[in-house]
């Protein structure tokens, strides 16, 4: 029995060192993951005309930083470079057709280098005037897009279970978090914000583990554990905001006339199916406001509302 359960202890301890391992000598350097929100962005139809567009700030407003139990960290919860993450989300919208966007976040660089040319012309080749078909004039934005993360949440939802029988058991433990984004596109030559759009992505965390701890004689103990984690990449979860973000600024914008489709009947399905997706949200707000409360009833001041009644019609 003694050596059974020997056995059974080092195929458990074995079998947990294969998933670690493999963890540890994982694979090099990819490219970035097309997640399913950015597939969909570049099937969207063709626009009426390509919008061109600047991104100079898109920014982590929440000032949270990463929780550690040991020591103080400086990290913060989300990523620092969600400005990159949208440039990329509005080049994917319908395969680069939708924005050409301008480079705004390193202005600062581009018009130094452009005065480099500038002098090195009139310097080397007697120029007063640089020829524009050597450096052409910037292109102007006619849609500023602005906005950034504005929550994140954790713990919003927790829970596990376990089991365990004569020293034998596991268990598993489950983690939310929230992050929020906004996205506005502003008119360059009004300063109307045309659409405004909010998205929420949970961050989801999953623990499994499991072990033994018996007696498996008078003064002989046997101790095995094994375990795995699953964290969902916080920055991957950005992007998933970020982009549905831009999916839905661009059907709020053509909502609302700001900008079209090329084929309006293309983007029919699209409508509906955005559509039923704001109604469904709306839905579940409505739901969750016709809720009785968990305590009695409706309240007037500390006192319940049937009580309180009860004592008018004694009155009475």
Known sequence: MIKKTLVVAMALSLSACGPISRMAF???????????????????????????????????LTGQYKPSDKVQTLSRSVTQGADTLLVR?????????????????NLDALLKERQIVTQIRKIYLGEDKVDPKVLPPLLYAGVIFEGGIVGYDSNTRTGGIGARYLGIGGN???????????????STRTGEVMANVMVQKSIVSVGIKGGAFRYIALDEILEAEAGI???????????KAIEKAVYSIVMEGARVGAWG???????????????SEKAQVTQRVKSKRARPPSNTGAYRGNVPLARANLWANKKS
């Open 172 to 186: 598993a433990d489950y983690r939310q978090d929230d992050v929020t984004v906004s996205l506005r596109a502003v």
């Open 261 to 275: 489709f090329e084929n309006p009947a293309q983007a029919n399905a699209l409508y509906k199916e955005y559509t």
């Open 26 to 60: 994982s694979p090099g350097p990819q490219l970035a993951t097309i997640t399913e929100q950015a597939s969909k962005l570049k099937m969207l139809p063709p626009p009426k005309q390509p919008i061109y567009a600047a991104v100079y700030s898109y920014q982590d």
């Open 229 to 239: 984690t699953k964290n969902e990449p916080v920055t991957l979860a950005v992007q």
């Open 89 to 105: 989300a509005l080049q994917d919208a319908g395969d680069r057709s939708w924005f050409r966007v301008v480079e705004r976040g």
